[in-house]
């Protein structure tokens, strides 16, 4: 993995694909932190798949990715980012209030599509049993909201298979 002066990240051929996928996540937030528009969209494909779940009010990452509001309107600090198969999966918070879960997809180091959670508790199952699991047992789950106050659970939940 190589990083040039924007923190661009461009895969290697020997990068370990959820390193990179994670790094190319971690950059969009740090250049979103600090106005690096120009970052930004090169870590997006042009046609980018948008889905958003949450109170329209609250469609502040795509005021941020289209330009429509500048960074210190809204901060997203994830308190944890994981990578769940081809998706990267970033969650935070602010007080009691305010909760959020992103799922970024990315292919050959580039994000694809991006699904937004907003005040929503979200599970995350796969429905390919992994190997040797008898198929009776279903979809399972491999990824769960955390969130830091656990009263907050009275969220409405969804539930994302992959």
């Given at each position: ?71 210190t ?65 279903g979809?399972h ?10 009263a ?11």
């Amino acid at each position: 993995m190589e990083s040039n002066k924007n923190e661009v990240l461009v895969s290697e051929p020997d990068s370990n694909p959820e390193m990179v996928s994670k790094a190319v996540v971690d950059t969009l937030y740090k250049a979103l932190a600090r106005g690096e528009t120009s970052t930004v969209v090169k870590l997006l494909t042009s046609d980018l798949e948008w889905w958003f779940h949450g109170p329209p009010r609250c469609h502040h990452m795509m005021r941020m990715l289209t330009g429509e509001s500048n960074h210190t309107e809204f901060r997203f600090e994830p308190r944890s980012v994981e990578v769940v198969g081809d998706c990267v999966i970033a969650e935070g918070w602010e007080g009691a209030q305010v909760y959020w879960v992103h799922v970024w997809t990315l292919k050959d180091g580039l994000i694809t599509q991006f699904r937004e959670y907003f005040n929503t508790w979200l599970t995350v199952r796969d429905v390919k049993p992994p190997p040797g699991w008898d198929m009776g047992h279903g979809c399972h789950t491999v990824w769960q909201s955390q969130p830091r106050d656990l009263a907050r659970r009275s969220l409405p939940g969804l539930l994302l298979t992959i």
